[in-house]
């Protein structure tokens, strides 16, 4: 099955070509190839990604995060076309290893933004599927830099605000953006520690009817929350504000602070100097996966970890010492 | 000079025994063995606390941070002296690999706690050195349980709060504590990202005189921001309140604070959950570390890292295809 080769692949320098004029369906077409796991895709993926990389990078790569029912779905919706209206090209890419998409779901991805789904000047890929957040966290970002080939200067990197993902969007995206609603602070209970501290900026979400004047006391107090957290390397103040999506107010607020943090970190130098560092993190975090996998992939190494993690509850064994005997276990295993 | 065994050097049943019956003197030299990187030492240091372990664990362990001027060793004298009136035994270790410390300045460490190290209760022990965090918090660990198995039943790790080491101590404590100062947030740019998240308890120190009413506002202010956090799988509320170390004001509420604390967590079973988490986890530190620099240890990745970092910036290669490259090279080396 790995040596299958399937019918209809153009040549590289097709999918290449399609991409940089900016054709949707070849677009999407080397999506497919680099999120595939056949072994004759993943050579094909490296030719094209390694051709477009000179030509990626010209955007704007917004991470947004929020639990469900935050209305992350409107408010993209609301905010894609809001963009495309001031004359941007839109790509909206998603991150989510713990749903395994059917082609159902594609179909529900691009239902539940129905209006921007429909205008050209969007392009809706859903959560590439895959084992691990290390794989997942690379077709995404894979797939961002042919988004950028193809011409969609402001790419939207969406999470669903619960696990693991919003660290690998927060460091493939240049501002990261957070959806919460007002109430007493129990919405926050579904959000992990750590993701407020990444915020650039909090969007207090629904504000709109009997939720205003809620919602402008939990921006008051978001805002003196942040108020004391320590800066951000960038030097950019995180900001709170309302919006409605569904009412599309406070939407264009949004943009422009996007707008002021862009000007801001290009004159500082942060932002190439944030995007070198991602790229070469980048590198790094995928070596270090894969030594994990090298090491942890063995059903020996498995099995001994299991028992030794007994024996170090019944205070049998320190860790320390189990650590040592594993790496001995291990580099015996390389001779 | 590694295999150099030092004259002087008891059984290790000696070391054991003297710990045991909490002879201080053999205490500390059962220490220094941990400390030690002679091969001899360390042959005789796993044997030590591999029959320490079963006594070991008997004490609640209390992080303590706080930038440089926030009065930590003041606040630890004086925290220190009322444990022991409650009739604590106390044990002080620090954490903090930047600083190779002389014997001059272990004399220092324990001048600045002149009172405490006098008293026969408190056992003061600085920072060991290192070159690496991992190893330093290994010999900070192994340190602790040899304090517990002399039966220290609270132990103290402080840490500068501007590194890295706050979260090795934060893996390796029950409770986490936080020292701050009044006055505009301005002190917070000195504490790390992700400090504030790991506090159970922040303490404004020096809230006496002048400083009083500012203070209590500043304690409101890190109240309100902490309430908004998402809770911690302790289930446990941080706590806000202020101090004044100096005139000994505030420090017995911190004490009821933690055993307020301590019998939530034994109640909802989070205490001993934690600690096997920790212990288990100390494990896979040290391997995952060990993993590091098994690959980052040889001078030619090295050198082929520095080359690929310099091609992923100019967007010559693709970051995903260098750490391929990598791997690659690195699985060569092995065979």
């Given at each position: 099955?790995?040596?299958?080769?399937?019918?209809?692949?153009?040549?590289?320098?097709?999918?290449?070509?399609?991409?940089?004029?900016?054709?949707?369906?070849?677009?999407?077409?080397?999506?497919?190839?680099?999120?595939?796991?056949?072994?004759?895709?993943?050579?094909?993926?490296?030719?094209?990604?390694?051709?477009?990389?000179?030509?990626?990078?010209?955007?704007?790569?917004?991470?947004?995060?929020?639990?469900?029912?935050?209305?992350?779905?409107?408010?993209?919706?609301?905010?894609?076309?809001?963009?495309?209206?001031?004359?941007?090209?839109?790509?909206i890419?998603?991150?989510?290893?713990?749903?395994?998409?059917?082609?159902g779901?594609?179909?529900?991805?691009?239902?539940?933004?129905?209006?921007?789904?429909?205008?050209?000047?969007?392009?809706?890929?859903?959560?590439?599927?895959?084992?691990?957040?290390?794989?997942?966290?690379?077709?995404?970002?894979?797939?961002?830099?042919?988004?950028?080939?193809a011409?969609?200067?402001?790419?939207?990197?969406?999470?669903?605000g619960?696990?693991?993902?919003?660290?690998?969007?927060?460091?493939?995206?240049?501002?990261?953006?957070?959806l919460?609603?007002?109430?007493?602070?129990?919405?926050?209970?579904?959000?992990?520690?750590?993701?407020?501290?990444?915020?650039?900026?909090?969007?207090?979400?629904?504000?709109?009817?009997?939720?205003?004047?809620?919602?402008?006391?939990?921006?008051?107090?978001?805002?003196?929350?942040?108020?004391?957290?320590?800066?951000?390397?960038?030097?950019?103040?995180?900001?709170?504000?309302?919006?409605?999506?569904?009412?599309?107010?406070?939407?264009?607020?949004?943009?422009?602070?996007?707008?002021?943090?862009?000007?801001?970190?290009?004159?500082?130098?942060?932002?190439?100097?944030?995007?070198?560092?991602?790229?070469?993190?980048?590198?790094?975090?995928?070596?270090?996966?894969?030594?994990?996998?090298?090491?942890?992939?063995?059903?020996?190494?498995?099995?001994?970890?299991n028992?030794?993690?007994?024996?170090?509850?019944?205070?049998?064994?320190?860790?320390?010492?189990?650590?040592?005997?594993?790496?001995?276990?291990f580099?015996?295993?390389?001779?």
């Amino acid at each position: 099955m790995k040596n299958y080769k399937p019918k209809g692949r153009l040549t590289s320098s097709a999918y290449i070509d399609g991409v940089l004029k900016g054709d949707r369906v070849l677009l999407s077409r080397a999506i497919t190839i680099i999120e595939s796991s056949l072994e004759s895709d993943k050579l094909l993926a490296k030719n094209i990604i390694q051709t477009i990389l000179p030509h990626s990078g010209n955007s704007i790569r917004i991470g947004i995060t929020g639990v469900p029912g935050v209305g992350k779905s409107t408010f993209i919706e609301s905010f894609g076309k809001h963009l495309i209206k001031e004359g941007h090209r839109v790509a909206i890419l998603s991150i989510d290893p713990s749903s395994q998409r059917s082609k159902g779901s594609i179909l529900g991805d691009k239902t539940r933004m129905e209006e921007l789904a429909n205008l050209e000047e969007a392009y809706i890929r859903p959560s590439a599927s895959g084992d691990t957040l290390g794989g997942v966290a690379n077709k995404t970002g894979e797939t961002m830099l042919l988004c950028e080939a193809a011409g969609y200067n402001v790419v939207l990197i969406e999470t669903v605000g619960v696990g693991q993902s919003e660290t690998a969007v927060h460091g493939m995206t240049d501002f990261f953006l957070l959806l919460m609603l007002s109430g007493a602070g129990d919405e926050l209970q579904g959000i992990k520690k750590g993701i407020m501290e990444m915020a650039d900026m909090v969007v207090i979400n629904k504000a709109d009817g009997n939720n205003i004047s809620m919602s402008e006391m939990a921006r008051i107090q978001y805002q003196n929350a942040l108020h004391i957290f320590p800066l951000s390397e960038s030097g950019w103040s995180p900001v709170v504000s309302t919006a409605s999506a569904i009412k599309n107010i406070g939407i264009s607020n949004v943009w422009d602070e996007i707008k002021n943090f862009k000007r801001m970190v290009d004159e500082n130098g942060y932002f190439n100097k944030n995007r070198n560092y991602q790229q070469i993190q980048w590198m790094y975090n995928n070596i270090n996966e894969e030594l994990k996998q090298l090491f942890y992939g063995s059903k020996n190494i498995k099995n001994q970890l299991n028992d030794l993690e007994k024996k170090i509850i019944s205070n049998k064994i320190s860790p320390v010492k189990a650590a040592e005997i594993m790496i001995q276990e291990f580099k015996n295993s390389l001779n």
